[in-house]
DNA sequence: TAAGGGTCGGTTTTT
DNA sequence: CCGACCCTTA
């Protein structure tokens, strides 16, 4: 028997003991879960489980035996997980330490925990094993960590990190590292551990397709130089844990006696090393080998009785072996349509395959959905039916309203106007009094977002980019780090070398690689070999000098781990580190702001108990805050939507090759093309009320203008719940100089493409419905527009397309147009040909922005260097002269 | 050591 | 075509 006892560190159990830890099988006894047990059989149903539907309450109070909650978009998925865990906690069926409940993000994680805080009320104390699977396994792997070659102070190296290693790694095995990017392998790397693979394990074709076939030995050298550096990936915090369950069966008996019921977030997201993690812990093994278990669940199996799990040499690639065992009270909640990160590793096989891995599980089906109307889940609904190999689940509302708006098809030229007629739209709405955050615009990616903001800032539009960079990825911030590191783990080599010379101590390359050698040589960390090569005469003065100071102060340092505050004892390593004082004399526009952020470091540093805790947050949980008081449309990525609902959403870019994305097709065939549906269905079930999809027929792709051909998946929604709008509806009436008719012949897909694709005949008659013909043609030719760059670059006489000049309106010509000879950088200058009547150096006027001096034109657009707003790029639409 | 030129890539993202 | 990144150069 091992862990689990006091001494083991990490392991604050914040309630009594379980009473299957001192051989009981019992229920738990405390005086809370009494209470509330008690008060149940009094006055019926507890107040937690009112309000819930019949098969959201089947899924709560369906506690034993293995559970697969197929929770639909909107379907209450997140109250069902945490009132589960109430009611376990209530009846008394389990301990909050008892229950093993995984998440992906910390975000879902800390959103759980505050909802089973506010069922639950204090009676029970913050569940320690709820968290991420990362954060779980640290967790674990802590614990054990020496069963792992490491101590428990291991670091936690970030994607960075890793990429630097690798790049040294490749160095050292005399590979080009041009030829053999770091960045690749490291995403090999991440691919094999998400597999569970380890250097043993992987495909000789995938070792030999990297670094001359070398592959194999970089990844083992990788993982050896993981363990002299007393560090971990990200994978590792996943796969020791699956190595040390599967090698210690003592250890993982006493995780089986622990976990008496286990809950997993978002199932469909799992990758095959998570798959293999949870199958370790919920796998019971069975009773006896005399009684060999078929299909036997037993009721009231007893935790007690553990005997070494069948885990030995389980072959990495999950082996469908049913679990047929005892009872094993998992519960697996999630969508198999909203399987969206299958390019990372998810399998959404693990879904598909859970009744068989689980035999006798039960399943169910949340349908009832609470967020949008029937136009939006029939669309949805419909969309998705042309994915083969669901489980399959239709989403219903309890409350259609024939007031309900139809989804809405929305065509634009080109990406600009998307951008500015989504602009306005969002700027009716606005003055409709509807309130920017519930307003969302998502695209599938992220380049697409430029256009957006271009604009927003242009009309002085709030908006906020969701998932952009994060706090904890600034430099100064990972310098400050990588100090603290180095003190708290003295083993931490990239840490070390991240800031031996940050700030500048004349420490160059040439020294750097000294220290380097000497402790390969020795065997030693860096900062060790540094303190002995302080002492040597192998160094001139300079360096050497510089070396002293810095191994003496990280050792004065080190001694003030112990007795000084962890926020105090960061304070003095970058003031003493000369850190502080680098930015202070840094005159650079950004050098206060960093100063600001690291002042925020420390700050948030008092929110953790010490300087490992914190360090290991910031590892795992990179998390920013963000500003929620402004009022601000949202902007995202599909991927980063998941999860989150609006009252008004905007999906621009549905066109081939964007969405779905041509890569995804290439790469990724028929299943590729299902998980960009997917990510299509998220993109609709996130809107509650309005939901407006748009597609261009021209865009900037690699800088050369394509046409593009509107995407198959517009094809897919049901007429019934859809509107084409033919022309730019809820924003032709407020005076804006483009005319309302333009989409007559550019977006409307009869016949706007119909004549851009030279087919003729049907352009002008409009209808109403994009299963036209003509629509039907511009389809077939879509190989060839998309394929094509077409033009020439000498700019041979190409009719001029009415583009852009705000006065004059679109349409002029555009009738014209024929030839498919349309040169793409024509489209452009057609702007700068338009003269604008500012030129540079005139003062002008902006709403917005205030007063300022013109740098540049360009067409109608114009630079203005703004007296307090900074440079900005605006129409010239939108100033006056000052 | 900062600026400048040349090369390359250009979906999605967490931990 | 535009940017990030890397390496070279004064």
């Known amino acids: ?503 500048k101590r004349g420490l160059g390359e040439a020294a750097i690689r000294q220290v380097h050698d000497t402790a390969r040589a020795l065997g030693v960390p860096m900062l060790q070999a540094a303190a002995t090569l302080a002492e040597s005469d192998e160094l001139k003065p300079k360096p050497r000098a510089a070396l002293r100071e810095v191994a003496a102060n990280f050792a004065r340092w080190q001694d003030l781990l112990e007795t000084t505050p962890h926020t105090e004892l960061a304070e003095t390593i970058l003031e003493e580190s000369g850190y502080t004082d680098m930015w202070k004399n840094d005159r650079s526009a950004d050098a206060p702001t960093r100063l600001d952020n690291l002042k925020e470091l420390i700050r948030s540093m008092e929110d953790y108990e010490s300087l490992r805790a914190f360090l290991e947050h910031v590892a795992l949980v990179m998390d920013a805050d963000k500003n929620e008081d402004l009022d601000a449309v949202s902007l995202m990525t599909l991927h980063s939507a998941k999860g989150l609902e609006f009252e008004t959403v905007f999906l621009p870019g549905w066109e081939e090759g964007l969405f779905p994305h041509q890569r995804a097709l290439d790469e990724g065939g028929r299943s590729g093309l299902e998980e960009e549906r997917r990510l299509a269905y998220v993109g609709l079930t996130r809107a509650k009320r309005n939901l407006h999809i748009w597609f261009v027929s021209n865009r900037r792709i690699h800088g050369l203008w394509q046409s593009t051909i509107p995407s198959r998946f517009l094809d897919e929604l049901p007429e019934a719940h859809v509107e084409v709008s033919e022309s730019g509806s809820g924003f032709g009436g407020y005076g804006n100089p483009y005319g309302a008719s333009r989409f007559d012949n550019i977006g409307s897909p009869t016949g706007g493409y119909a004549k851009r694709g030279d087919q003729g005949g049907s352009g002008g008659a409009f209808s109403n419905t994009y299963a036209t013909p003509g629509w039907q043609r511009a389809r077939q030719n879509r190989t060839e527009a998309t394929s094509r760059n077409w033009g020439t670059r000498s700019g041979h006489a190409v009719e001029r397309i009415g583009y852009g000049e705000a006065d004059s309106g679109y349409g002029a010509g555009r009738g014209s147009v024929k030839s498919r000879t349309i040169e793409g950088e024509l489209v452009a200058k057609s702007v700068a040909d338009t003269p604008s009547a500012f030129s540079v150096g005139d003062r002008v006027f902006h709403m917005k922005f205030g007063n300022g001096n013109v740098s540049a034109v360009e067409g109608n657009k114009l630079t203005i260097d703004f007296d307090r707003a900074g440079q900005k790029k605006v129409l010239d639409s939108f100033v006056t002269a000052a």
């Open 1 to 503: 028997m091992s862990g689990f006892s006091d001494d083991m560190p990490f392991f604050d159990e914040p309630g009594a003991r379980p009473p299957a830890a001192s051989g009981s099988a019992g229920a738990p006894s405390g005086i809370a879960a009494r209470a509330m047990a008690a008060r149940q059989a009094q006055n019926g149903p507890p107040d937690y489980l009112k309000g819930l539907n019949p098969e959201q309450r089947q899924a709560v109070e369906t506690t034993e035996g293995p559970v697969l909650v197929l929770a639909g978009a909107g379907t209450g998925k997140t109250r069902v997980l945490t009132t589960r865990i109430a009611h376990i906690l209530a009846t008394g069926r389990a301990f909050p330490s008892q229950i093993l409940a995984v998440t992906f993000t910390n975000k879902a994680a800390r959103e759980m925990k505050q909802r089973i805080g506010l069922l639950v009320g204090e009676a029970v104390e913050g569940m320690p094993w709820l968290g991420t699977f990362h954060s779980i396994g640290v967790k674990i792997l802590r614990r054990h960590a020496e069963l792992a070659g490491l101590r428990s102070d291991f670091s936690i190296l970030d994607t960075d990190d890793v990429i630097r290693l690798i790049k040294q790694l490749i160095q050292a095995e005399g590979l080009d590292d041009k030829r053999w990017a770091p960045r690749t392998f490291a995403q090999m790397i991440d691919g094999w551990k998400n597999k569970g693979l380890g250097p043993e394990e992987i495909p000789e074709g995938d070792a030999r397709s990297f670094g001359n076939g070398r592959g194999r030995e970089l990844y083992r050298a990788y993982q050896e130089r993981l363990t002299t550096l007393n560090a971990c990936d990200f994978g590792d915090l996943l796969l020791h844990p699956i190595r040390i369950f599967r090698a210690h069966h003592d250890i993982l008996a006493e995780y089986h006696k622990r976990f008496r019921y286990i809950l997993v977030d978002e199932y469909q997201d799992t990758n095959t090393a998570q798959y293999m993690w949870l199958r370790l812990l919920a796998q019971r093994p069975r009773t006896s080998s005399a009684q060999p278990a078929e299909g036997r669940a037993r009721r009231d199996g007893a935790p007690g009785d553990v005997s070494p799990a069948p885990a030995e040499g389980q072959p990495p690639q999950a082996a469908v072996r049913p679990v047929s065992e005892n009872k094993v009270n998992i519960c697996c909640v999630g969508d198999d349509d909203q399987s969206i990160y299958g390019w990372r590793g998810a399998e959404v096989d693990n879904i598909l395959r859970f009744e068989k891995d689980f035999p006798g599980a039960t399943v169910i089906r949340l349908e009832r959905n609470y967020r949008s109307t029937a136009h939006i889940l029939g669309a949805a609904a419909h969309l998705i039916t042309h994915n083969e190999g669901r489980l399959g689940k239709t989403l219903f509302t309890d409350s259609p309203d024939p007031d309900d708006p139809k989804v809405n098809v929305h065509a634009a030229w080109d990406s600009d106007e998307e951008a500015r007629a989504i602009g306005e739209e969002i700027e009716a709405l606005q003055r409709n009094s509807h309130v920017l955050n519930d307003i969302a615009i998502l695209v599938r990616a992220s380049f697409q977002m430029r256009s957006f903001e271009d604009r927003f800032i242009e009309i002085g539009l709030n908006y906020r980019v969701i998932g952009g960079p994060r706090f904890y990825e600034r430099q100064e911030i990972r310098d400050a780090m990588a100090y603290m590191r180095v003190v708290a783990n003295p083993g931490d080599d990239l840490a070390f070398e991240r800031i031996v010379n940050v700030p």
